[in-house]
């Protein structure tokens, strides 16, 4: 179980600011309509590399269940949306022994937003989010993609419209995230951003985004030697990164977007400062019969600017470390309530160190409930 450490003072502050934008309303806008959605996930998968190894690949299923829940309260000037998800995936065992054992993991995850118009010109929001990941019956590798950990961050932003170049966005975010048992992995964050969104056509959105990082994490930094090795000193690690984003989206039936942005990291930490191009594809439509396509690709370019002969890992978890792709889904309503759907994945880690390459195929099927 994780050992859940006190919120830090700036996430206490977004919490109440957010509990402010959902209770004031209450008192001057009785007139208020509540929904609520509620949505049970079964699904098995195949995985053809559970460990995401670069040579020997082991190959097993997984069961999992989620529950998804979704409370909206609308006012005549605001909007309040809370949703919470508990999701529970379970391995097959792989193997007799314990070394080949994948963890079974439980997700736990909290969302909510809160948006309210402040002026004739001005919307204002706050929200946070809280994810809790537990891991069971760990593998005895001691994997970092085997920890469980919080992590939680808060938002505040304002929107208001820019004259003829269209809608403009100012946010604030801080995060942070808590490992079980790898503290010297523990980081937290601090990211203004600004974002500007244009109709360019009838049926296409064009948007440009500028944000900025200042992340601090609690491992000690390492430098050059002077012959070409490296030693530790005692300063914490510091990266301030910088990502310019595009997106352009046309939907007319369908939806086709399309997204490129441009990363750079600086810091103090050797060997973890690098320049990356990231694009992705999303394409969803309705086929005939009944059935909805959904198609997601993405990749990467990343070039580190430090030269180093030892593996640094600078991505820690699998979820993030997952830098190229495709996803194929095809799902068909079977009755009012209940949709099946079938999901193709395959995933391709590249790195200049060889231990952290691998490939990655998945093939899931799953069946949901709405209530």
Request: glycine letters at 8%; hydrophobic letters at 35%; a positive charge.
């Amino acid at each position: 179980m994780n050992r859940l450490r006190p919120y830090p003072p700036s996430l206490a502050l977004l919490l109440a600011v957010f509990v402010h934008f959902c209770l004031q309303p209450l008192a001057g806008a009785p007139e208020r309509k509540t929904s609520t959605e509620t949505r049970l996930v079964l699904s098995w998968e195949y995985d053809d590399n559970v460990f995401e190894d670069h040579s020997g690949k082991v190959d097993g299923g997984s069961g999992s269940t989620s529950l998804f829940s979704r409370l909206r309260l609308s006012y005549p000037a605001s909007i309040t949306q809370i949703d919470y998800q508990l999701g529970y995936k379970a391995h097959h065992r792989l193997s007799d022994a314990d070394s080949l054992t994948a963890g079974d993991v439980l997700v736990q995850r909290i969302v909510a937003d809160s948006e309210r118009r402040i002026s004739p010109g001005w919307t204002a929001g706050a929200g946070g989010e809280v994810k809790l990941r537990n891991i069971y019956r760990k593998n005895e590798l001691n994997l970092l993609s085997e920890e469980g950990y919080v992590r939680g961050s808060g938002r505040l932003y304002a929107r208001t419209a820019a004259g003829n170049l269209g809608r403009l966005t100012l946010s604030y975010r801080y995060s942070f995230c808590n490992f079980e048992t790898f503290h010297n992995f523990d980081y937290s964050s601090h990211s203004p951003a600004l974002q500007l969104s244009r109709r360019l056509a009838a049926n296409l959105v064009g948007t440009a985004g500028y944000s900025y990082a200042r992340r601090g994490y609690e491992r000690l930094i390492n430098i050059p030697d002077g012959s070409g090795g490296l030693a530790q000193v005692d300063r914490q690690q510091r990266d301030n990164f910088h990502q310019f984003e595009l997106n352009a989206a046309w939907s007319r039936g369908l939806l086709l977007s399309f997204s490129w942005a441009l990363q750079r990291n600086l810091s103090n930490n050797y060997g973890f400062s690098y320049w990356n191009n990231r694009f992705s594809l999303l394409f969803t439509d309705r086929l005939p019969l009944g059935f909805f396509l959904n198609a997601y690709l993405f990749f990467e370019i990343k070039r580190y600017s430090d030269r180093v002969a030892q593996p640094i890992l600078v991505e820690i978890i699998t979820e993030e470390n997952d830098n190229n792709g495709a996803i194929l889904k095809l799902s068909r309503d079977i009755t009012k309530s209940l949709e099946a759907s079938l999901t193709a994945s395959l995933y391709r880690n590249e790195s200049s160190i060889r231990e952290l390459n691998f490939h990655k195929s998945l093939v899931n099927f799953g069946l949901t409930c709405r209530f």
